[in-house]
């Protein structure tokens, strides 16, 4: 069985600042992770993914996350934030030889100018 | 490529109606997925086709509910009657090498 858990709910930061969302997994496997963005009334992007190549991973709109293995983390970074960040964020686990995602509930970011 | 097409964006329907949602997949993908997505209960997968062929519809939550793939290009939703909690956005997906690629959705208000 996988699972996800996104430790906040809520992040807001300033315009300019780094952002820091933080996920946590569970997987019998070696799992497949991604992060997707969704911002209001619109549908899931796909920012960045791990499938077992380098640890750290750098997606689009100079997010980045890492993968630690010791830790069972896949946390989400952003040195600067903009406007357009705030969106949910979805932290997201497979089996690589399975279909299922296992969502987590997602972390709402707003940005304050 | 366009990405995964939904159509149509918003439905408002009255209870009892039939209701009918529709995909178009990213072509070559063999995969294609639909959800459903509400506050209470996030994202949960409705039904999961695999070569046009429902592999799980496990997360179909009732008989009211049917998904069909006639080609590889499009599959349909439909909801026979509707009810006030089917209420939510509903997405689609396909996916190529494990990976998902996710439709606008459409949001689907029942009165």
């Known amino acids: 069985a996988q699972s996800v858990t996104q430790l906040d709910s809520h992040v807001s930061v300033s315009e300019g600042t780094p952002v820091l969302l933080r996920c946590n997994y569970s997987s019998s496997y070696s799992p497949s992770l991604f992060w997707y963005v969704q911002h209001p009334n619109k549908g899931l992007q796909l920012l960045l993914k791990?499938?077992?190549?380098?640890?750290l991973v750098k997606g689009i709109n100079g997010f980045e996350a890492e993968f630690k293995k010791s830790e069972t983390s896949f946390h989400l970074t952003k040195p600067s934030a903009h406007m357009s960040d705030a969106a949910e964020y979805f932290c997201v686990v497979s089996d690589p030889a399975d279909y299922k995602l296992s969502f987590g509930a997602g972390t709402t970011v707003t940005v304050r100018a | 490529d366009a990405g995964v097409i939904q159509s149509p964006r918003h439905e408002v329907t009255e209870m009892g109606q039939e209701v009918t949602l529709r995909c178009k997949p990213i072509?070559?993908?063999?995969?294609l997925f639909w959800y459903r997505q509400t506050m209470m209960r996030g994202l949960e997968l409705l039904i999961y086709?695999?070569?046009?062929?429902?592999?799980?519809d496990s997360g179909m939550p009732e008989d009211r509910f049917s998904a069909k793939m006639p080609n590889a290009s499009f599959s349909t939703l439909k909801i026979q009657p509707s009810e006030p909690r089917d209420s939510a956005v509903y997405f689609c997906a396909s996916s190529s090498r494990n990976i998902q690629y996710f439709g606008a959705g459409t949001r689907l208000s029942v009165l």
């Open positions: 072509s070559g993908h063999n995969s």
């Open positions: 086709f695999n070569n046009n062929v429902p592999i799980d």
């Open positions: 791990y499938t077992s190549a380098a640890t």
